[in-house]
């Protein structure tokens, strides 16, 4: 179970002549039950980068708690595992070393890693590209290295930062489709950061709506869709229609409820 309870977060914006303070997050309040499959969905700024990177650790609240099975998150851990836009591969290192880096630094031993890290790669479709480099390989590649290399840890969250936005929309849609065969398989809590409708909608089991700046959530939407899913089965029901109506109204209302 993630918890997190009443978050405030803010930053000093010294752009101007003098420094002030922009309210980022205010007064967040989100359960996620253990192995859900949660998608953050809101216009640009609202926060929803903020919120995901706070949860990973890597950005402190000003107040409120972050708690992962009963343990207050006070910094990055091995028990929450990020997949960034960017991809965050190591250049000099193979499809195999970005994978298993994660299981060196914990001190596995190699036999072990490349075990376990075999069995990812192969689930992303990357059988045979093991000791290509990123540059070798392409964007969606690279984003299946990126994934193989984040489930290879076991997190007990996965943090995903729109991981598939800089891909075409063909391999978007084939890495939304291993993302969720892989979770069907490992049930993982993740939270999935989106600006897109349709991709929330078709990956959750709930979509939540983020107000604009400061990001506050305004709609927590609950797919209640059939799994296991594919693209073209889903997509096709008259409840997706109907809830893309329902998610657009919430990001809708978000943005007219903008707190001064």
């Known amino acids: 179970m993630l918890e997190i309870k009443a978050l405030n977060k803010s930053f000093q914006d010294v752009s101007g002549k003098s420094a002030r303070t922009l309210r980022v997050l205010q007064d967040v309040n989100l359960s996620v039950p253990k192995n859900q499959f949660v998608c953050l969905l ?3 700024g609202c926060g929803k980068t903020t919120l995901l990177r706070t949860v990973a650790g890597l950005s402190y609240a000003d107040s409120g708690t972050i708690s992962l099975e009963g343990k207050l998150v006070e910094g990055p851990g091995p028990d929450r595992s990020m997949v960034f836009q960017s991809y ?4 000099w290192r193979t499809v195999m070393g970005n994978v298993e880096f994660g299981l060196e630094v914990r001190g ?3 036999v072990a890693r490349r075990a376990a890290c075999q069995k990812y790669i192969d689930r992303v479709g990357l059988s045979g590209f093991e000791y290509h480099y990123p540059h070798q390989i392409s964007g969606g590649m690279q984003q299946r290295t990126a994934l193989a290399r984040a489930f290879s840890k076991e997190p007990k969250i996965l943090l995903m930062d729109e ?4 891909v075409d929309a063909q ?3 084939k890495l939304q489709e291993e993302l969720l065969m892989i979770w ?4 993982t809590t993740v939270l999935f950061v989106t600006h897109s409708v349709d991709e929330a909608i078709y990956l959750s089991d709930r979509v939540i709506v983020m107000g604009a700046r400061p990001g506050r959530i305004v709609a927590d939407i609950a797919t209640g ?3 296991p899913r594919t693209d073209s089965d889903v997509k096709t029901l008259a409840r997706f229609d109907e809830l893309r109506r329902v998610v657009r109204r919430a990001l809708d ?3 007219r409820q903008r707190i001064q």
Do not use: C, V, W, Y
Request: proline share 11%; no cysteine; glycine share 12%.
């Open 163 to 166: 991981p598939f936005a800089a």
């Open 184 to 187: 069907n398989t490992m049930q």
């Open 225 to 227: 869709l059939p799994r």
């Open 42 to 44: 809101g216009t640009s």
């Open 88 to 91: 965050g591969l190591l250049p």
């Open 171 to 173: 391999t978007r849609e």
């Open 108 to 110: 596995i031993r190699k």
């Open 253 to 255: 209302d978000g943005t």
